[in-house]
């Protein structure tokens, strides 16, 4: 996509291993040479409430319904931290999963974030995307203060610490310059993709709606469901709640778990994110830690199905998905439902039933929190819920039809996400490459037109990032025992 980069002709060793080499006229200097913390507290608290993102960086927080209200369970936000333009906002407690960015906002933020200054001759975005490089996150890891994981803390003594590459400050603006170029055009290409991906999507819920309401008989006799949103439905067919319809809704636990995958000799729990958008992914877990002690009916098996009963965004809240294969082996977390299905329900079935509008409406009305806050689905929600349901036979012809409609439409929708993920996968090395001078970008950057238009939101928060933020803003509002004093 970027073509004709050619490394530095001459580069040397950085004298940090982890480093490796660098562009020979290129520094390295300590983070506490490049910046410095700013500790300015807000005396009214009406300012802009940002939020700090692994994926998209510092954000402005706003509500779901588009209100003016602080998204934020906080009776008061003086005290909170200001920050300013180009100012670096850190989320001390998940610093070292990337919870870091540069503000392109005035604002405040939690307290219990640290918010720094860059120096003189520091250009605050090449830094935006050093720090949050993978190989950066490794070595903020190592830096911060803490035994186990979920107890880390990146305080300002650790991050001074850190060794932090600086090219001259004109390679500095060429490679921000660049590296929002190459950005803007891989947001044009996934916004064209999701785009296409959203019409796909709405062709395919229309046939599953029409299927799990209506039925394949467009001559059969209709009658009232008695449930608004539903309307009419086949005579023959029944209204039942989900609660008559399951032998059980089992769900799991929350242990502290370790932020990489499980391995042949170990087990790991899913993240809520396991049933985004009604498919199963079973690389999104968290390894459990050796002689973890759980109920063994807790792990999953291929053909369960699984429902989201939380998420940082609403619109994931309530997804839906049957497990196809499996690799690892995984048990479940607490923010996930697996109901059995009784002999009155197919399980392909009622997974269609639950991936169509009159169930997501069902969902919609049941979410109790704001968003980022408090988006959860309770059990007794779920198993109040109601659904139109046929004979057995019936439903099982149901889903060999829609699946044989659909097939076409979920093979082009799976290569749209291949061909995202594979984008996102280049940006990440690309940025690697460029920022710590593997490739050499000042030609290209002089070549580079002006660029002013503002490039239309990615659909949903996950930006150029992984979507799933169950853990990208934890602590917003809660101090830290070392903060609180």
């Not at 960086?57 to 369970?73: K, W």
């Not at 921000?176 to 796909?200: E, G």
Request: charged share 30%; proline share 5%; hydrophobic share 40%.
């Amino acid at each position: 996509m970027i073509p004709n980069l050619k490394p530095y002709p001459s580069m040397k060793d950085s004298g940090v291993s982890w480093l490796g080499k660098v562009p020979a006229h290129w520094d390295v200097r300590r983070m506490k040479l490049l910046l410095r913390e700013v500790d300015s507290r807000s005396s009214r608290g009406d300012e802009q409430l940002l939020r700090v993102s692994q994926y998209t960086g510092v954000t402005q927080r706003e509500m779901i319904d588009g209100s003016d209200e602080p998204n934020t369970r906080a009776s008061s936000l003086v005290g909170y931290k200001r920050v300013a333009v180009d100012d670096l906002v850190v989320n001390i407690m998940l610093a070292w999963n990337g919870s870091m960015g540069v503000s392109r906002h005035d604002g405040i933020a939690s307290p219990a974030y640290c918010v720094y200054r860059f120096r003189s001759g520091v250009r605050p975005w090449y830094y935006h995307e050093l720090l949050r490089l993978p190989v950066y996150k490794g070595r903020i890891k190592t830096a911060s203060t803490g035994v186990v994981e979920s107890r880390l803390r990146l305080y300002s003594d650790d991050l001074g610490r850190i060794e932090g590459i600086l090219p001259p400050c004109e390679e500095q603006d060429a490679i921000v310059r660049f590296l929002d170029h190459a950005d803007r055009r891989m947001r044009r290409y996934i916004l064209a993709k999701q785009k296409l991906i959203k019409l796909l999507e709405e062709q395919k819920q229309a046939i599953i709606h029409r299927a799990v309401t209506r039925g394949l008989d467009s001559t059969v006799r209709l009658k009232p469901s008695g449930v608004e949103w539903l309307g009419e439905v086949p005579e023959h067919w029944k209204v039942l709640r989900l609660k008559t319809l399951v032998r059980v809704i089992d769900q799991g636990v929350s242990p502290q778990a370790e932020n990489r995958l499980a391995d042949d000799s170990s087990w790991g729990v899913l993240k809520a994110g396991c049933v985004n958008r009604g498919v199963f992914r079973d690389t999104e877990h968290k390894r459990l830690p050796a002689h973890f002690p759980f109920d063994s009916n807790l792990g999953v098996e291929i053909g369960d199905v699984l429902v989201s009963r939380a998420s940082g965004s609403p619109q994931l809240v309530g997804s839906v998905g049957r497990i196809q294969s499996l690799a690892y082996r995984l048990i479940l977390s607490d923010k996930t439902f697996r109901p059995v299905f009784n002999t009155r329900a197919d399980s392909d079935f009622m997974v269609l039933a639950m991936n169509s509008r009159y169930y997501r409406q069902q969902v919609e009305q049941a979410i109790s929190g704001a968003e980022g806050l408090a988006n959860n689905l309770p059990s007794s929600s779920l198993r109040a819920f109601a659904f139109a349901v046929p004979p057995v036979p019936e439903q099982r012809t149901t889903v060999e039809h829609v699946r044989g409609l659909t097939s076409q439409l979920l093979g082009t929708i799976s290569r749209a996400l291949r061909e995202i993920d594979l984008l996102r996968e280049y940006r990440t090395r690309l940025i690697a490459d460029v920022v710590t001078g593997k490739l050499d970008v000042r030609a290209a950057a002089a070549k580079l037109p002006e660029e002013t238009d503002e490039i239309e939101p990615l659909d949903g928060a996950e930006d150029l990032g992984e979507g799933d933020e169950e853990t990208e803003d934890v602590g917003l509002d809660a101090v830290p025992e070392e903060a609180e004093a």
